[in-house]
Every structure is written in C-alpha cells, then in structure tokens.
C-alpha cells in the first residue's frame, strides 16, 4: 500500500481531511518499509496522534510524534543493553532516589 492512501484511510477512520495530516505522510512510508514489529509500533503513534489532532489538540505535530519514536526507540535500547525497566530504583546506575 502506498503511504498516501493508507494515511488518508487513516484519516477518514477518524474524520479528518488528509490534508492536515500530510506531514505525517513521510513517517507513514518510513512504516511501511519496516519490519512488522516497527511497522506497528509506528503506525500505532500515527494513529495516536490522529486521535489527538481530531479532539483538537495541537500538541499532536510530527516532531511529538517522532519525539514518541525515539522514546520507544531508547527504552527498547535501554532494556538490552541494561538490565533495566522504566519505573525502576536508580540504584542500577550508580544514583538514588531521594
């Protein structure tokens, strides 16, 4: 599928004119050209973003978006190369709380 079509199905899914989400068209294709854990994942955000953009928020823009990604991006990295899961003590890295 081409990443301008699957982006306007997208959009209509929640009744917004692709036009306003043509930014997010060049992360659509960087998604279908991924493997399908990524594909998904990045999909997934996209979506997510829609659904803010059509309650109004502004906030949902590309760069938030890409700001996800790379959020998603480090913590997978994070928990390979540590032994590590959000949400737990500093001690692991030489830090503590308090």
């Not at 998904?40 to 829609?50: M, N, R």
């Amino acid at each position: 599928m081409e990443a301008d079509r699957l982006l306007a199905r997208m959009c209509r899914r929640h009744a917004l004119d692709p036009d306003e989400a043509a930014d997010l068209e060049r992360l659509v294709a960087r998604a279908l050209i991924s493997p399908s854990s990524v594909r998904k994942k990045i999909l997934a955000l996209i979506d997510a973003a829609l659904v803010r953009r059509a309650c109004g928020d502004p906030t949902a823009t590309l760069d938030a978006v890409e700001r996800d990604l790379d959020e998603e991006v480090l913590l997978a990295v994070a928990k390979r190369v540590h032994d590590w899961e959000p949400g737990a003590s500093l001690d692991g890295f030489g830090l503590t709380e308090g």
